[in-house]
């Protein structure tokens, strides 16, 4: 069994962003040599989301609006932001979209659908965070 660990680091210059990272992803599948696999794509904050659709800028703006809808950023209404935090609307809005993704590797290539992009999504930026990207398989 073969396997490669790579992390992504990100530092938004906005506090909600969207991030395609598809290309990062396929470069880390293709230095790892796997044939036949998984790739575990994994946002590692709290605050932050690695999830898979479509890469286009009408449904990002989508997302951003459905998702501050959902939860928006209004720190007085929030519990947990009473222990100094202003973030708890993120912390929420990660767990709609996810934490991580899991992509077969067949014949040395991730294993998309049409249209599919992984995407970072960032929901409390302006510092510094990772994504842990862990590939498998022989």
């Excluded at 992504?8 to 210059?13: A, D």
């Excluded at 709609?96 to 294993?111: Q, Y």
């Amino acid at each position: 069994m073969k396997s490669r660990t790579e992390y992504l680091w990100f530092e938004t210059g906005r506090r909600r962003e969207f991030i395609r990272i598809t290309e990062a992803v396929r470069e880390i599948v293709r230095q790892s040599a796997v044939e036949e696999g998984l790739c575990l794509v994994n946002a590692m904050h709290i605050t932050a989301s690695v999830f898979i659709n479509d890469d286009e800028a009408g449904l990002h703006q989508d997302f951003d609006r459905w998702l501050e809808g959902l939860a928006p950023f209004a720190p007085q209404t929030y519990s947990h932001n009473r222990t100094g935090e202003t973030n708890a609307d993120a912390h929420l809005k990660r767990s709609i979209m996810g934490r991580e993704v899991v992509v077969a590797v067949t014949k040395g290539k991730l294993d998309l659908g049409p249209w599919e992009e992984i995407f970072y999504g960032e929901f409390d930026g302006l510092r510094r965070k990772r994504v842990l990207v862990k590939v498998i398989g022989e």
